[in-house]
């Protein structure tokens, strides 16, 4: 893995723009929740870190991470948030069409991107094994949650830059 030797979750918070104001849904794949839950967990504390307000964080739960598309979708329909994050680990040895759900949440995930006016933050982890999953979970190489609780912040500051 690229990673196998970093710690993706460390940045230099005095970079980081505030969230303060910003409203954010989470979605979040219950496949694999020892794992999710925590990548999760790890994107709340950060955009607190930054400012957003309990009130402005919500949190909703697909069945796996095929779902993340759908759910995405149907939160940015209510028109009710600045960015969704989107959640879920897609374990390699373990998931036969692994491939399958990988490459329809990296295309559905795109697909809304560049169709709805708002960021969607692709935080699916993809390791060959749970060990790995945990190393990126909170282990030793971070928690993937927070550099998805970073992109959505620097995302939606980036479009309140432009407009
Ligand atoms: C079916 C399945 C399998 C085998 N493995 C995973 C996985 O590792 N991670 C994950 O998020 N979801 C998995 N799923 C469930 C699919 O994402 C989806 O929920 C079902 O295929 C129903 O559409």
Redesign the pocket.
Known sequence: MASALKNLSKHDSSKIPSAKGMRIALVV?E??DEITYALRDGAIDTLAQYGAKEKNISVHYV?????LTAGAKWLADTKKYDAVICL????QG?????DF?CNAVAIGLTDLNTTYNIPFIFGVLTPENMQQAKARAGGKHGNKGVEAAVTAIKMVALKKSLT
């Open positions: 794949s496949w694999n069945p796996g991470s095929f779902e879920g680990c897609v374990i373990e998931t036969r069409h692994f759900i």
